[in-house]
């Protein structure tokens, strides 16, 4: 049998199975003052139940790339597709968090989360029963009635994860979720955030601007370049699943993740 001329740059089966699949993808922004190449000759499969940060230099174009997958913005060239689906429009079947909670303030925790049932007209026997695992996989047990100004920062966020992951996404996409809170807070964040991928199994692609956040909670760092943002470096890191923080950063597999990131990134291009 000859041999196909060309051969196929991708492989089709790989493709369906990825959870998020980015293919050669650019994106402009023209605007009547500049012309921004934000992002250029972008390609990144995730396949499903993985843990991706992506880290780069300030507008390298991280949170542009999650846009994308969310459907909020269409690329200038190229195509994403969330499980084999071309992404045409903005989606339903992800989970967004930010680097603030922004909950409703006359809401109570429980009635923030269960507004993303509202949103996508969930039953809601099954809405209020997910909201309740929820709940107590982040360690809110006892605040579902309190309001956000009565909350701290770290549980405003544990709100806006469990509303993020209350319609069970595909994909959870997170941009610098943790950014805004203090360092403690932080890393406990980190650990529940662990330990909440391992019991849903969700995908997870984070932006960050912490090298250790980064190592600590992936599977593989895509290391971004300035602007216009390309990948310099896909990092696998080679560690269990479940890490408990201080052993985890004791290893050796993590000091060298942590050396190479800040290396392909130089000094000072990261918060830490
Ligand atoms: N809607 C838009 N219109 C015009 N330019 C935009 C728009 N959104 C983003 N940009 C530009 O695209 C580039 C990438 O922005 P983006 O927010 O994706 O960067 P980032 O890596 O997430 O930055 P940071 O780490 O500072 O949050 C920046 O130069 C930004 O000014």
């Given at each position: ?89 903005p989606r339903h079947d992800i989970g967004y968090v930010f680097q603030r909670a922004a909950l409703l303030e ?151 993740v942590t050396s190479r990131i800040r290396d392909l990134l130089g000094a000072g291009a990261a918060a830490d």
């Amino acid at each position: 049998m000859s041999k196909p001329e060309t051969a196929p740059q991708t492989d089709p089966a790989a493709e369906a199975q990825a959870a998020v699949h980015v293919d050669e993808v650019a994106v402009r922004f023209r605007t009547r003052k500049r012309d921004v190449t934000a992002l250029r000759e972008v390609s990144l499969d995730v396949p499903m139940g993985e843990f991706v940060s992506i880290v780069g230099p300030s507008g390298c174009g991280k949170s542009t790339l999650l846009k994308l997958v969310a459907g909020l913005l269409k690329p200038t060239t190229g195509t994403v597709r969330l499980r084999g689906d071309k992404v045409t429009g903005p989606r339903h079947d992800i989970g967004y968090v930010f680097q603030r909670a922004a909950l409703l303030e006359w809401r109570s925790a429980r009635r923030n989360i269960l507004l993303q049932a509202e949103m996508r007209k969930m039953p809601s026997a099954q809405a209020r029963r997910r909201a309740d695992e929820l709940i107590e996989m982040t360690g809110l047990r006892g605040f579902e009635d309190a309001l956000p100004h009565e909350l701290s920062g770290g549980m405003q966020q544990r709100v806006a994860l469990c509303r993020a992951l209350l319609h069970e996404p595909r994909v959870l996409l997170m941009d610098e979720p943790f950014g805004a809170l203090d360092a403690l807070t932080r890393e406990q964040l980190n650990v529940e955030m662990n330990r909440i991928w391992r019991e849903t199994g969700t995908t997870v692609l984070l932006v960050t601007h912490s090298i250790a956040e980064a190592a600590y909670l992936s599977n593989r760092v895509v290391v971004m370049s300035d602007r216009p943002g390309t990948i310099r470096e896909i990092i696998d890191v080679d560690l269990p699943a479940e890490r408990q923080y201080s052993p985890t950063m004791a290893k050796p597999e993590f000091s060298r993740v942590t050396s190479r990131i800040r290396d392909l990134l130089g000094a000072g291009a990261a918060a830490d």
